[in-house]
């Protein structure tokens, strides 16, 4: 390779380089049409955000609720707190919980994401 030559980069690299600059540029010419709206976005991305949180956590009950209730496998040790609570013994409340936990989850889910959804109108 010569001085004068630019080093080739990677396709991906040359990707985002080009992605990167395009924002930008967009920004630049739409940057203030943007600013109006700026507390909408902020509620759509918190939604965005939120949406993506729950969505980690929402198969965790049902998780528990097959291993521990339906199979009878003891919790993991995060999870110890619900049998000092409730019991040993007793898997209703147990399992009551996981439950409500469960329908929390879907409806925290509909809630954000719909959130996500009027922020982007």
């Not at 759509?44 to 496998?73: E, M």
């Not at 049998?83 to 040993?88: D, I, M, N, V």
């Amino acid at each position: 390779m010569s001085r004068n030559e630019q080093p080739q980069m990677p396709p991906s690299a040359m990707k985002a380089e080009m992605s990167y600059r395009t924002l930008i540029r967009l920004y630049k010419v739409f940057g203030r049409y943007y600013k109006k709206h700026w507390k909408l976005a902020a509620v759509a991305y918190s939604g965005l955000l939120l949406t993506i949180l729950i969505a980690l956590f929402s198969p965790w009950p049902l998780k528990l609720i097959l291993d521990h209730v339906v199979l009878g496998n003891p919790l993991p040790e995060k999870a110890a707190f619900l049998t000092r609570w409730f019991g040993e013994q007793h898997m209703e409340p147990v399992l009551a919980g996981l439950v409500l936990a469960f329908i929390l989850f879907q409806v925290l889910d509909s809630v954000f994401s719909y959130l996500h959804q009027v922020g982007r109108v």
